[in-house]
Every structure is written in structure tokens, then in C-alpha cells.
């Protein structure tokens, strides 16, 4: 069956059943919170605009947490030389991320003119590159145990 959202999708047929799921899970879970705030408006003093934020963030959270912990973005990779090859490409990726963030991070803003601005965009581009690498760690040993496993 095709829809709008199989652009968004990848190929792999088990990928894509695994991610619809994820985003399944999610939205029942942002229907919860839904309920739970519109039952709990009476105690709670939060504004609208806060309210559908923190809804967005548990869906987004969610589902980049279970696509990140299944282990299902590597799928080729399930020996140990592998694992290293990739692990090596996912360190240069990091550090061209680093080098990528800084650039739109110039390109968007400017150049930086005040010292606190200079260690927020040190700060903030570091930081940047620091989550992207573990995030890529974390999904890399996932997938790589999950294989393993499989074998």
C-alpha cells in the first residue's frame, strides 16, 4: 500500500515495517499525553503552546530513541571488521558534521563578535558533532549485536 508517507520511507521492506510501528507506538503515546493534559488542565498551569510542544518532543523523542535502539540502521554489518570499518566512517562523519554545523552555523548567523558568542558557537557546534557521534555509536553497536545475533 502506498501513501504519501512511503516517500519518507526507505526501501527495505523490514525497515519500513519496523519504522511505521515506531511511529504507531509513537502517536499513541502522544494521543495519551493528549488525554492526560485535557484531564488534567484543572491542576496543571501550563499554556497552550507549551502543552503541544512537549507533545511534539514525546513523539519525536520516541521514535528516534526506538529507531536508534533496534538496531536496524546497519544491517550489512555483522563481523568484527565490519564493525570497525564502519565505526572508522562514522568517526570522519562526525567530525565532517562538526565542520558542517560550524559552516551554517556562519553562514546563518555571522560571525561571532563578542567572546561569549565565540564559546557559544564553539559550545554549540562541538556539542552538536559530540551527539550526532553517539547517536551513531549507540545505533552502529545495536545493529551490530542484533546481527551478530542473527548469525
Known amino acids: 500500500m502506498k501513501s504519501w508517507i512511503s516517500l519518507f520511507l526507505p526501501r527495505d521492506e523490514y525497515k519500513e515495517k519496523k519504522i511505521l510501528y515506531f511511529f504507531g507506538e509513537g502517536s499513541v503515546l502522544l494521543m495519551l499525553y493528549l488525554v492526560f493534559m485535557l484531564l488534567g488542565l484543572f491542576w496543571f498551569q501550563i499554556d497552550g503552546q507549551t502543552i503541544v510542544l512537549i507533545g511534539i518532543m514525546i513523539f519525536l523523542f520516541?521514535?528516534?530513541?526506538?529507531?536508534?535502539?533496534?538496531?536496524?540502521?546497519?544491517?550489512?554489518?555483522?563481523?568484527?571488521?565490519?564493525y570497525k570499518k564502519e565505526l572508522k566512517f562514522i568517526s570522519f562523519r562526525s567530525i565532517f558534521a562538526l565542520f558542517g554545523y560550524a559552516l551554517m552555523y556562519l553562514l546563518l548567523e555571522g560571525i561571532p563578535s563578542t567572546t561569549e558568542a565565540w564559546i557559544d558557537f564553539i559550545g554549540l557546534t562541538i556539542c552538536f558533532s559530540v551527539v550526532w557521534g553517539i547517536i551513531s555509536f549507540i545505533s552502529l553497536k545495536s545493529s551490530y549485536k542484533k546481527n551478530k545475533d542473527l548469525l
Open 62 to 82: 520516541y521514535v528516534t530513541l526506538r529507531y536508534i535502539f533496534s538496531g536496524i540502521e546497519y544491517t550489512e554489518v555483522s563481523t568484527k571488521s565490519q
